[in-house]
C-alpha cells in the first residue's frame, strides 16, 4: 500500500456556482409529504398495518413463540431466582424510602413485572423500585402526611400508603399519555451528564434518608428545599442517642457485603452465579436478632408484621392527585429516563430493537396496576438488572420467575422477616449506592474536556441535593437547555485561509505557512443561524472584515451629497486632471443635511460627471475610510437551518456589503436553505443566486477570474471550454511569515 503522505490527489472539472451545477446535473424532483399525508398515513387502515400495530402495541406476541424453550429456560430459571432474591431485599428497603411500611414493597416488586411482561420491549431489565423514583415517592408522602400529625401508627400507614399509590396512579397516567401521544423522543432531552449528576444527587439524598435507620434515631422526615440540612442538623443534634445495636450491625454489614461484592465482581468470569450476600446477610441478621430479642433488649426498630396476601384494588385519591401532578411528572420522566437508558445499553449488547413509546406505555400501564394495588412508582434497578442480565437472563421469563419469588414471599413466608432490624436493610440499600456515588469521579474528566458540560454536572448535583430531586430536575433541565443556546448563539466564528499548494482552509490563526488572499476574507460560522445568534453573527463578520458596512455606505453617501453640492456651487470644477476645487474653503459637517433613510440606499453616481474612487484621496478635504476588501466569501457548510429573522438580517447585511462594492459568495449551503431562501423572496435586483458556490475553493477561482489585476492565489487557473485545471505554483500572498508591505487599512 502506498504511505498516505505521497497519496496525490487531481481534480479537473468546471467551477461551480451552485446556478451552473442545477443546469447541468438535472435534481430529482421529490415529493415532500405534508402534514395532511402524514395524517392520512397515520390513520390509514390495512391488514398488514393492523397486524403491525398489534405486535408493537403487544410485543410478547412477537418474541413468546420464538422463544427457544429447551436452550433457554434453565438460564431464565437461575436467572429469575437469582434476581427476585434481590428484588426482594430491595423493595422492602426501597420502601423505607418510599416513607411506607416495608412489606408494601414487595408488592412494587411483583405486580410492575406482570405488566411489563407483556408490553415492554427489553429482554434484560429488572422492573420494579428504583432508589431514586422511591426518595422522589416518599418526599411526596412526608409533605402530605408528615410524622408530626396526630393519628395512631396504624391510620399513619394507612395514609402513606394511599399517597404512594395514588401518586403512582398519576405516574403511571403521564407515562401512558406520553407514550400514546408518541413523545417518547422526551429523553433525549436529558443528556447523560444531566441523568449522572442527577442519580448522584439522588444517590446522595438517598444516603442521608437512611443515616435516621443506620443510627437508630427517630427524626421527622423534612421534605422541600434544604430538606437535607435539616435532616443532617436533626442526625447531629441527636447523634447521643444512637442505638448501638443498630450501627454496630450497619457496620459489620456494611463491611462483609462490600467485601464480597468486591470479590463478585474481581472473579466474575469464573463464579456461574454472583454470590447472593445481601440474603445470606438478611438471612443472619434476621435470624440473630430473632434468637437475641434486639428489638425488646436493644431497642431496635424492626420491619414488623408484613402484609400477607394480596389486596383488593383502590382506587387513586383525587385530592392528593391534585396535590401532587408536578412531583408526579418528574418521576415520570425520570423514571423512563433511567429505564431507557439501561435498557438501550442491553439492547445495544444483545443486538435487539427496543421501542421508546412502547416503553412509555408498559410502564405506564405497570405503574397504574402497581398503584391500583397499594404499590409504589417502578422503574428499573442498575444492580438487579445486572444480576438478570449476568446470570444469563434472555427474555422477561426471568423477570416473571423474579416477581414469582415475591408472590412466595408476600403469601407464606413474609411472618419470617418480623425481628429484621430496618438498620440492616439501609446498611444493603447504602452499600448498593456505590455505583452512583462512584459517578462523582466524572467531574474531574468534564472539568478538563468540556467545561459547560462539567458546570451542568455540578449544577444538576448541588441543585438535587440542596432544592429536592423535582426541582434540581427542573433547574438541571433549564441549565443544560442555556447551554445549548449559549454553544449555538455564541459559536467560535473563524476566518479561513488557504492552505498552500491545496484546495483546503482552514482557520489562519491554527496553521503556519498558511495564506489568506489579499481583498478578500473568508468567514465560517459553525452553527445555525437564527433569531438568537443573528446579530452575534453580524458583529462577528464586521470584526474579521475590519469595517463596518453601513457606516462605509453613510459616509459614502454623504460625501456625494457634498460633492454635488460644491459642484452646483460651482466651487467644484471637472478637469482632465479630475475635480478640482476652485475655492479653498472645505464644506462645513452642517451643511449636510441629508435624510437618513436616503443614507442606506444605494449611492448613486449616475449622474455625476466622472467616477469616482473612494480610495483615493477626495477634494474639500472629505473623508471616507478606504477600504481594500473586494470579496467575502461566507462558509455555510456548517449551517443547518436559517429561521425567517436570519433570513432578513442576512438579506440587510449582504445588501449593505454589496451596495459599498463588496461581493458577497456564499459556499458549501445545503439544498433545503437555498430552497428556504428562494420561496421567502430573499433574491433581488441586487442579490443574486449566482453568488452560492459549491465549495470555498469554486468561490476563490471565479474571485480570481472577476478579479485578476488583485488575485494571488497559490493555484494557476487556465480557462478552456469553461473547464478549469489547477496547477500548483508560488506567487506572492499575505500569510503568517510573510507580511505584505500594504495590509488592509481597518476602522
Known amino acids: 500500500m502506498i504511505p498516505p503522505k ?250 462483609v457485603v462490600f467485601v464480597v461484592k468486591e470479590l463478585n465482581d474481581r472473579y466474575k468470569a469464573k463464579l456461574p452465579v454472583p454470590i447472593p450476600i445481601e440474603v445470606i446477610m438478611t438471612i443472619i441478621a434476621c435470624g440473630v436478632s430473632y434468637a437475641c430479642d434486639f428489638e425488646k433488649v436493644y431497642e431496635v426498630d424492626v420491619v414488623g408484621t408484613v402484609v400477607e396476601g394480596y389486596q383488593a384494588p383502590v382506587a387513586p385519591d383525587f385530592e392528593i392527585l391534585k396535590n401532587s401532578v408536578m412531583d408526579a411528572f418528574s418521576m415520570a420522566i425520570v423514571g423512563f429516563a433511567i429505564a431507557f437508558s439501561v435498557a438501550k445499553v442491553y439492547s445495544i449488547k444483545h443486538d435487539y430493537v427496543i421501542d421508546g413509546n412502547q416503553e412509555l406505555i408498559a410502564f405506564g400501564l405497570s405503574n397504574m396496576f402497581c398503584g391500583s394495588f397499594k404499590g ?93 430531586l423535582d426541582i434540581g430536575l427542573a433547574v438541571a433541565l433549564g441549565i443544560e437547555l442555556l447551554t445549548v443556546l449559549f454553544r449555538t448563539q455564541y459559536p467560535r466564528c473563524e476566518v479561513l485561509a488557504n492552505i498552500e499548494g491545496t484546495e483546503i482552509y482552514k482557520d489562519k490563526k491554527d496553521y503556519v505557512g498558511i495564506s489568506e488572499q489579499e481583498g478578500v476574507k473568508i468567514f465560517r460560522c459553525p452553527s445555525p443561524i437564527f433569531f438568537a445568534n443573528i446579530d452575534f453573527f453580524r458583529e462577528k463578520l464586521t470584526a474579521a472584515v475590519g469595517f463596518n458596512p453601513l457606516r462605509i455606505l453613510r459616509k459614502r453617501n454623504k460625501a456625494l451629497r457634498k460633492l454635488k453640492k460644491l459642484l452646483k456651487k460651482g466651487e467644484l470644477q471637472v478637469t482632465s486632471r479630475g475635480l478640482v476645487l476652485a475655492n479653498a474653503a472645505a464644506l462645513s459637517e452642517s451643511e449636510d443635511d441629508l435624510n437618513p433613510e436616503e443614507l442606506d440606499k444605494p449611492v448613486n453616481c449616475k449622474d455625476f460627471p466622472v467616477e469616482i474612487n473612494w480610495n483615493d484621496d477626495l477634494p474639500a478635504n472629505i473623508q471616507v475610510p478606504r477600504i481594500y476588501l473586494h470579496s467575502i466569501v461566507l462558509d455555510f457548510s456548517s449551517v443547518s437551518f436559517l429561521d425567517i429573522s436570519a433570513l432578513k438580517g442576512l438579506k440587510a447585511l449582504f445588501k449593505e456589503f454589496i451596495r459599498i462594492d463588496v461581493n458577497i459568495y456564499v459556499t458549501g449551503c445545503d439544498s433545503y436553505i437555498i430552497e428556504k431562501l428562494e420561496k421567502c423572496s430573499f433574491f433581488d435586483n441586487e442579490i443574486k443566486s449566482s453568488i452560492f458556490f459549491l465549495t470555498i475553493h469554486d468561490a476563490m477561482l471565479h474571485i480570481q477570474e472577476t478579479h485578476p489585476q488583485t488575485s494571488r492565489v497559490c493555484w494557476q487557473s487556465k480557462v478552456a471550454d469553461n473547464c478549469v485545471q489547477y496547477n500548483e505554483i508560488s506567487l506572492h500572498m499575505r500569510n503568517r511569515e510573510n507580511v505584505s508591505s500594504n495590509p488592509e487599512t481597518k476602522f
Not at 461551480?16 to 421529490?30: A, C, G, P
Not at 444493603?428 to 474528566?445: A, C, D, F, H, S
Request: glycine share 6%; proline share 4%.
Open 6 to 255: 505521497y497519496r496525490q490527489l487531481t481534480v479537473s472539472r468546471p467551477v461551480y456556482s451552485e446556478d451552473l451545477f442545477k443546469e447541468e446535473y438535472e435534481k430529482v424532483q421529490r415529493h415532500h409529504k405534508t402534514m395532511l399525508d402524514h395524517l392520512k398515513a397515520y390513520f390509514s387502515c390495512s391488514k398488514q398495518k393492523a397486524k403491525s400495530v398489534a405486535f408493537t402495541l403487544l410485543p410478547i406476541a412477537s418474541w413468546l413463540p420464538a422463544y427457544r424453550f429447551k436452550e433457554w429456560i434453565v438460564q431464565d430459571m437461575i436467572s429469575g431466582v437469582s434476581t427476585g432474591l434481590v428484588s426482594v431485599l430491595q423493595g422492602l428497603g426501597f420502601a423505607l424510602l418510599a416513607s411506607v411500611p416495608a412489606g408494601y414493597g414487595l408488592y412494587a416488586a411483583f405486580y410492575p413485572i406482570l405488566i411489563y411482561f407483556f408490553f415492554g420491549t427489553s429482554k434484560h431489565i429488572s422492573v420494579g423500585p428504583f432508589p431514586v423514583l422511591s426518595l422522589m415517592v416518599g418526599a411526596v408522602v412526608n409533605n402530605l402526611v408528615p410524622m408530626s400529625i396526630n393519628a395512631t401508627d396504624v391510620t399513619l400507614n394507612e395514609r402513606r400508603v394511599t399517597v404512594a399509590s395514588s401518586v403512582t396512579f398519576l405516574v403511571g397516567i403521564f407515562q401512558l399519555g406520553l407514550g400514546i401521544l408518541q413523545v417518547g423522543f422526551i429523553v433525549i432531552y436529558l443528556s447523560q451528564t444531566l441523568v449522572s449528576g442527577f442519580t448522584c444527587a439522588a444517590a446522595v439524598n438517598v444516603l442521608i434518608s437512611q443515616l435516621k435507620f443506620i443510627f437508630g434515631i427517630s427524626i421527622d422526615s423534612p421534605s422541600g428545599p434544604l430538606s437535607n440540612i435539616w435532616v443532617l442538623r436533626d442526625i447531629f443534634t441527636q447523634i447521643h442517642k444512637t442505638n448501638i445495636a443498630d450501627l454496630v450491625t450497619s457496620i459489620i454489614i456494611m463491611i
Open 376 to 468: 409504589f412508582a417502578a422503574s428499573t434497578s442498575l444492580s438487579r438488572s445486572a444480576v438478570q442480565e449476568s446470570t444469563g437472563g434472555k427474555t422477561q421469563i426471568a423477570g416473571l420467575i423474579s416477581a414469582l419469588m415475591s408472590m412466595i414471599v408476600i403469601l407464606w413466608i413474609g411472618f419470617l422477616l418480623y425481628p429484621l432490624q430496618k438498620s440492616v436493610l439501609a446498611s444493603l440499600i447504602v452499600i448498593n449506592l456505590k455505583g452512583m456515588l462512584m459517578q462523582l469521579r466524572e467531574v474531574p474528566y468534564l472539568y478538563r474536556k468540556d467545561k459547560p458540560d462539567c458546570v451542568v454536572w455540578i449544577v444538576s448535583f448541588i441543585a438535587s441535593v440542596l432544592l429536592g
